[in-house]
């Protein structure tokens, strides 16, 4: 139950955030999400080395090999996150 909590706070908190969001215009958060991907980018190296440590520490709670591989992430899936951030 412990990842469905984190999971729902996760939730609970975006939809906040997604109501605070409202009167920002779409310039102003197409910025935003410009500036997240660039970092993202830039800390990418340091985005892999963390996910490496939460798929071992995943592996060690018993997670399922399902879950660990949707867990893991490569080069290839940071770019798309990237472009992501730039699809209408």
């Known amino acids: 139950m412990e990842v469905k909590n984190y999971i729902e706070g996760i939730a609970k908190k975006a939809k906040k955030s997604s109501i605070l969001l409202r009167p920002v215009s779409a310039d102003c958060k197409n910025r935003a999400l410009g500036g997240i991907a660039d970092f993202?980018?830039?800390?990418?190296?340091?985005?892999?080395?963390?996910?490496?440590?939460?798929?071992?520490?995943?592996?060690?709670?018993?997670?399922?090999?399902?879950?660990?591989?949707?867990?893991?992430?490569?080069?290839?899936?940071?770019?798309?996150?990237?472009?992501?951030?730039?699809?209408?």
């Open 40 to 88: 993202l980018d830039k800390n990418r190296q340091a985005v892999i080395e963390s996910n490496r440590t939460d798929c071992e520490n995943a592996k060690k709670a018993g997670l399922s090999k399902a879950f660990l591989d949707r867990l893991l992430l490569a080069d290839n899936q940071i770019d798309g996150m990237i472009q992501s951030f730039f699809k209408e």
